[in-house]
């Protein structure tokens, strides 16, 4: 029997050292246009949810709709849910008073919970398995939880924890070096160290995010949150544009 083996492209990028530094400037993007949203524009945590929630529906649904990986589409699901997450999260641990300990606790079981189905329903929670629409639904509401989870995490830290912003960031900079050595230097499932990563570059956004736009007296650089967003997505795109990404892709046997 001669066997074919054939690759397979996914609808999510490959994960390069581009991803990470752009999906670090996404969730940093979401920090600050969340907040300016919620905050600047006055429209509180509650309404700010409804419209980011609502922006990332119709941008998922293309997503899902596109036969093929297409960067700028991906990277805009990516920043519908960093935004999302972070009024999501303000809005559960400040407005419903759920506080940032269980909101933390509730969005780690959710997404503990929606990868657990993904695995159990697929048999593999790889970002390189992301080829049909039904995986791809498993993929985004993961994400969405992790960006959740992750704002929540950050506030945690830098405020109940009383770390600061650069506190908290140093400490998700550093979990984020220890998997790099993880990566390079242990035989860690690359897909564990793949969630673990994505998770803690949320919290990292979200304190460097806060850094960037709070007031002097509370430990940030008073940066208007319009000022950040646009320069972040500035950013982005020039990376987007002028280092293009390629689909991941995954082999298969028949």
């Known amino acids: 029997m001669n066997l074919t083996i054939k690759e397979v492209v996914s609808k999510v990028p490959e994960v390069t050292l581009m991803f990470w530094i752009v999906k670090i400037a996404a969730t940093t993007l979401g920090e600050t246009g969340g907040d300016a949203v919620s905050m600047s524009m006055n ?29 700028l589409l991906y990277w805009t699901v990516i920043v519908a849910t960093t935004t999302a997450g972070t009024t999501i999260a303000d809005f559960a641990d400040r407005s419903l008073g759920i506080g940032y300990p269980g909101g933390t606790a509730i969005l780690f079981f959710l997404l503990m ?51 600061g912003y650069d506190g908290g960031a140093l400490v998700f900079s550093s979990g984020l070096a220890i998997l790099v050595a993880l990566y ?3 035989k860690v499932p690359h897909t564990i160290l793949f969630w673990s990563a994505f998770i803690l570059t949320r919290p990292l956004g979200a304190t460097v995010g806060d850094f960037l736009d709070k007031p002097e007296e509370h430990g940030g650089l008073a940066i208007s949150r319009y000022t950040a967003t646009a320069l ?9 544009l002028l280092m293009p990404q390629k689909a991941g892709t995954k082999e298969t046997v028949s």
């Not at 509180?44 to 960067?71: C, D, E, N, R």
């Not at 972040?232 to 987007?240: A, K, N, P, Q, V």
């Open 184 to 186: 390079f230097w242990t």
């Open 43 to 71: 429209l509180g945590y509650a309404l700010a949810s409804v419209i980011f929630i609502g922006i990332f529906a119709i941008a998922v649904f293309a997503q899902i709709m596109a036969k093929t990986f297409h960067p």
């Open 113 to 163: 919970l929606s990868l657990g189905v993904w695995y159990w329903w697929e048999g593999s929670i790889a970002v390189e398995t992301v080829t049909k629409p039904r995986v791809e639904v498993f993929y985004w509401v993961a994400i969405m939880f992790s960006q959740t989870l992750g704002t929540a995490l950050g506030d945690w830290t830098a405020d109940d924890a009383g770390l």
């Open 232 to 240: 972040l997505s500035l950013f982005m795109i020039g990376c987007i």
